[in-house]
């Protein structure tokens, strides 16, 4: 089974350019999640969607970033315009079912990309 | 707001040793505690979970126990490899899944 699939793995921008991240989920799973991963630091939820609906986006930072799960497979994540805090690793997850009460649905992460803004 | 606290790294020990990685974690509701890992170049890998206090997590000779009166879930191996050098986050997740600030394990031969 394919596990979660990030690309590109690594971009290198300037600042002010903007840039985008695509995820595709593992086959089945209605929950996709968009992390940061500072260095050093454990990951941030950005954004969780439950099928195409975006139902936790309080972290996501909306006057430069915005996300799309078109269909409620595969997702973008977009920042426009990029500034030098925003180098870091982005992760996508994805768990099946729906979040809820406990036991919760393990997390399956992908890769991340690696931003680096110059 | 909901936290988890790791002890710092990085931690270095030598082949066969005992390893142990403290982590604490704020009690509100009935959280589920997990440990992943993160080789190098690679993504995070859930490495054990437990879901309920007493509960205890265990895999690749690693093991947590969900210990609800101290708030605490350490990870320990009794006899750490070289492969086992790695990043560990201790995470929490009573909906929202909020992690550790990683521990660097580095296993020298």
């Known amino acids: 089974e394919a596990g979660v699939v990030q690309s590109p793995r690594y971009k290198i921008i300037e600042k002010k350019q903007p840039v985008a991240f695509w995820c595709n989920p593992i086959?089945?799973?209605?929950?996709l999640y968009w992390y940061l991963q500072n260095l050093g630091q454990g990951p941030e939820l950005l954004i969780r969607?439950?099928?195409?609906?975006?139902?936790?986006d309080s972290q996501l930072p909306k006057d430069r970033f915005s996300a799309e799960r078109l269909k409620g497979v595969d997702s973008t994540l977009k920042i426009q315009p990029a500034e030098l805090g925003d180098s870091a690793v982005y992760l996508c997850?994805?768990?099946?079912?729906?979040?809820?009460?406990?036991?919760?649905?393990?997390?399956?992460f992908g890769p991340g990309t690696r931003l680096t803004v110059l | 707001g909901d936290s988890v606290t790791q002890m710092e790294g990085p931690v270095t020990l030598s082949e066969e040793a005992f390893l142990t990685i403290n982590c604490t974690y704020t009690?509100?509701?009935?959280?589920?505690l997990f440990w992943y890992v993160q080789y190098p170049g690679e993504g995070l890998q859930l490495l054990l979970k437990?879901?309920?206090?007493?509960d205890k997590g265990s895999n690749k000779g690693f093991e947590a126990t969900y210990r609800k009166e101290t708030t605490s879930f350490h990870l320990e191996k009794g006899s750490v490899q070289v492969s086992d050098s790695a990043v560990y986050f201790c995470?929490?997740?009573?909906?929202?899944?909020?992690f550790g600030q990683g521990t660097e394990l580095s296993v020298k031969p």
């Open positions: 995470a929490r997740q009573g909906g929202k899944l909020i």
């Open positions: 009690a509100t509701g009935y959280p589920s």
């Open positions: 437990a879901t309920k206090a007493d």
């Open positions: 997850a994805s768990s099946s079912g729906l979040a809820g009460g406990p036991p919760y649905n393990e997390q399956f």
């Open positions: 086959s089945g799973h209605n929950t």
């Open positions: 969607y439950e099928n195409e609906e975006a139902v936790d």
